[in-house]
């Protein structure tokens, strides 16, 4: 998902603290928006605005049912496949995965997620349905969330950076993103009692598919070996100051959104403030040289697996609409000795179409690649049917979903909670939503 305002997160004109404009309210595609925020991915082919562009588009095949379909159901968690049929004897309601399944990546039956990044920055005050106030992760928490996301920058503070205020850019009181903010706010979250996913954007600014741009202290190097080696160093880093600090993640993203590679563009003269419209850079990890993508990959896996083996990998690509483009990204991978845990998929509506699409992509992996856990990486809106299409994913394999992000809305889909001035309250049916589903996940 292309951000073009980091800022963009609330109704239009609420104050947030820091420097912002949202006074036109438009998502730079025309229309009016509850923010200023607009999609315009574009990977391997063209897209129109707020769509995801990628590899020939093609039909989906698949083993989901589809609505009103029968559910299997099954013995300890295996669950059926329909959102809608009849579950077998043993499964729960509606062809879910019972709560009996295999362990999801934090010990829990399955990672009801959300990604938070931007609590830091907003400095608001949060409410529960009730009104009561309350941490965000309290609220978060009591209506079934037990995982949090977290993004980080290499350095937020570099030109072009997520919180710069070079090249006329509006810029940010701290360099939010950074190593220290994500351990700080992870330790939070490990304390909470919740599972934690560090996602590495290996950039200084937003990685998604338009932006992969190398941050600016690894520049100078002049090979992909060398490029591994300086994101190899610091994966290591960030995760073993992490560990010592007490907030070791449960898993880990190498990567955002990296179906057309990582670590590939440089900032142009059209680059703007918040990494759109890059250069290619003359060397790094496209999809179009997979040996040099999949050197650092492994870089980055290799890095975590050596602090701790136990830590699951996440790669996270976003062109779910085109499950023949998808085969090809993970083949390419795994031919390459790519090894991950689990393979994250983005779900917007607005941008990878119907969940109907999402199903189909998501029955095609689980059954052609069997030793592979599945993830909604980010998705809004439809967040009952993307967390019970990845619950009834068989064996336990659908491992959790990531809402993107609770207190941010724009064209991709609304927040959970409704914002006045610096007061952040829950909205009562957003949250009811959840509250069913946790029964309905076994969580």
């Known amino acids: 998902m292309k951000r073009r305002n980091r800022f963009a997160a609330l109704a239009c004109g609420t104050a947030i603290g820091v420097a912002t404009s949202l006074a036109a309210c438009s998502d730079g595609d025309g229309g009016s928006h509850h923010v200023a925020w607009a999609g315009g991915n574009s990977i391997g082919g063209a897209a129109a605005a707020g769509e995801s562009g990628s590899p020939a588009e093609s039909g989906n095949g698949g083993v989901l049912a589809s609505d009103g379909g029968a559910g299997a159901g099954g013995a300890g968690g295996a669950g059926g496949v329909s959102e809608s049929g009849p579950g077998g004897a043993a499964g729960s309601p509606s062809g879910l995965a019972g709560s009996g399944g295999e362990a999801g990546a934090f010990g829990g039956p399955f990672a009801l997620g959300a990604d938070i990044s931007s609590t830091q920055e907003l400095d608001l005050t949060y409410r529960d349905v009730d009104g009561t106030e309350m941490p965000l992760l309290d609220v978060l928490k009591n209506h079934g969330f037990n995982y ?159 602090v701790d083996p136990t830590i699951e990998i996440m790669l996270h690509i976003e062109n779910t609409n085109d499950v023949n483009g998808v085969r090809w990204w993970v083949d390419s991978a795994l031919a390459r000795g790519v090894s991950f845990d689990v393979l994250g998929l983005s779900c917007y509506v607005a941008y990878q179409g119907q969940p109907a699409v999402w199903q189909a992509t998501l029955g095609d992996l689980a059954t052609r690649y069997p030793s592979l856990k599945f993830a909604i990486a980010e998705y809004n809106p439809e967040r009952t049917r993307a967390n019970r299409m990845v619950r009834a994913l068989p064996d336990g394999r659908g491992v959790g979903t990531f809402f993107w992000e609770p207190t941010r809305g724009g064209s991709w889909g609304n927040p959970l909670f409704d914002i006045e001035g610096t007061t952040a309250t829950a909205n009562a049916s957003d949250f009811a939503e959840f509250d069913a589903l946790r029964s309905q996940l076994g969580i």
């Not at 190097?221 to 080696?229: G, H, I």
């Open 148 to 306: 949090a996301r977290l993004k980080t920058f290499v350095d937020p503070s570099a030109p072009y950076g997520y919180a710069s205020s070079a090249n006329g850019c509006p810029g940010l009181p701290e360099p939010y993103g950074d190593r220290d903010h994500v351990v700080a706010f992870g330790k939070q979250i490990k304390q909470a009692g919740m599972g934690f996913l560090i996602d590495f954007h290996y950039s200084d600014v937003w990685a998604d598919p338009g932006n992969q741009i190398i941050p600016q202290a690894w520049r100078g190097a002049t090979s992909v070996a060398q490029l591994a080696a300086l994101m190899k160093a610091y994966t290591k880093d960030v995760i073993q100051t992490a560990v010592d600090a007490g907030a070791r993640p449960d898993m880990v993203q190498i990567g955002n959104e990296i179906t057309g590679g990582i670590l590939k563009h440089v900032p142009g003269p059209n680059t703007d403030c918040y990494g759109n419209d890059p250069d290619d850079a003359p060397f790094g990890g496209s999809a179009a040289k997979w040996d040099d993508f999949a050197t650092l990959l492994k870089a980055g896996i290799a890095a975590v697996r050596e």
